[in-house]
């Protein structure tokens, strides 16, 4: 569920939701307000007005902003990570499995929620558990596509993991140009042409 749902499912102010349910309804609110005006700038009077709840009642889930936040980055770090996983293992084709990887960025920057900017343009990296978050989410997923890589051309760790990086930051990069720039380009088509651009490189280094 988006953070748009969570919220738009939110029900008047005093109405009883299950726990689950509230925890949810508050971490939509809180990436409606974080993304929209920035850790710093945001207040848990807002997240608390945005999600229709008293304050008391957003402390009873969350002690602070900063629990508040990292329940979301954890959230979507997990997401980001878990989609380029399904990407990798969606198919055995090697050049298939680099077109699913960028759309899997592609389309995690494209969310109308927003969350791509909690995870690669956070106004709080200087707090030591964000960057710990960030970093480990971008190195989980080079992880990930590294093992690919190592398996299909016999590199050493080291070699594949630093490809593997080079990717993911291609990919990253390129989709969140792509989204400041005006999606001049449909999604499946600038997904596909930097995952040519990908595999024209990833392709030069053959089994051994």
Request: include cysteine; charged fraction near 25%.
């Amino acid at each position: 569920m988006t953070a748009i749902e969570q919220t738009e499912a939110a029900r008047p102010r005093g109405t009883r939701l299950p726990r689950r349910a509230r925890r949810n309804q508050l971490l939509g609110a809180a990436q409606e307000v974080f993304v929209a005006q920035g850790y710093h700038a945001a207040a848990m009077d807002d997240i608390a007005d945005r999600a229709g709840v008293s304050k008391p009642v957003l402390y009873q889930h969350f002690p602070g902003k900063l629990d508040l936040y990292l329940a979301l980055l954890d959230q979507h770090c997990e997401a980001l990570l878990q989609a380029v996983r399904a990407a990798l293992a969606s198919t055995s084709d090697n050049k298939q499995r680099v077109a699913a990887t960028m759309d899997a960025y592609f389309g995690f920057v494209e969310d109308e929620g927003g969350a791509f900017r909690l995870v690669f343009e956070s106004d709080l990296t200087n707090e030591p558990a964000v960057r710990e978050r960030v970093d480990k989410v971008s190195l989980d997923c080079a992880e990930a596509v590294s093992e690919v890589i190592s398996e299909d051309t016999k590199l050493p760790a080291e070699q594949a993991m630093l490809l593997a990086v080079g990717l993911c930051g291609m990919a990253q990069i390129t989709a969140r140009y792509w989204l400041g720039a005006g999606q001049k380009i449909p999604r499946d088509a600038a997904a596909k042409l930097i995952a040519s651009l990908s595999w024209r490189g990833i392709a030069g280094f053959p089994m051994q």
